[in-house]
């Protein structure tokens, strides 16, 4: 059976420490492609918070609701076009995506368990080191925003 078409509406999910430590995962269908934990909308209607909620759930196994841990969502979104690798994935003519950022503080020694299909490895990295580390530009750039972010909460 075909998988329906996915929603071009996602998250991106910046899971750091409060001491600025970002945690990358490693692609499964694209090995050396570092990113933050990403995903799209099930339905449209589906709130990005839960969203946000249930990515980092699935992909590291993180609890983004249990004591300790703080889901920001950041205001911001950010619209792109679609790699033409992954346009398949999407209806017919769609080529663009509006991401929706978010911030996860958790406490330093979180446990990850990652979705085998999806990721391959995890690194924490001090966050300059982990936007360096982003094939995407987006990613990289919501990383270089985390200190700001931490002092306005």
Excluded at 89 to 99: F, I, L, M, P
Aim: glycine letters at 6%; hydrophobic letters at 40%.
């Amino acid at each position: 059976m075909d998988r329906p078409p996915k929603v071009p509406q996602s998250v991106l999910v910046v899971v750091h420490t409060s001491a600025l430590d970002v945690l990358l995962l490693e692609r499964t269908d694209a090995p050396g492609f570092w990113q933050s934990v990403t995903g799209a909308k099930d339905t449209p209607e589906e709130p990005w918070e839960q969203t946000a909620v249930r990515e980092v759930a699935e992909e590291t196994g993180i609890d983004a609701r249990a004591v300790g841990c703080a889901l920001i969502d950041w205001g911001l979104e950010n619209v792109y076009a679609i790699y033409p690798r992954w346009r398949h994935r999407y209806a017919s003519g769609v080529t663009h995506n509006t991401e929706r950022v978010f911030g996860l503080c958790v406490p330093p020694g979180t446990a990850v368990r990652l979705a085998p299909r999806e990721h391959t490895a995890y690194l924490w990295l001090p966050w300059r080191e982990a936007a360096d580390r982003c094939f995407s530009p987006s990613n990289a750039e919501a990383i270089l925003w985390l200190p700001r972010y931490l002092r306005r909460g």
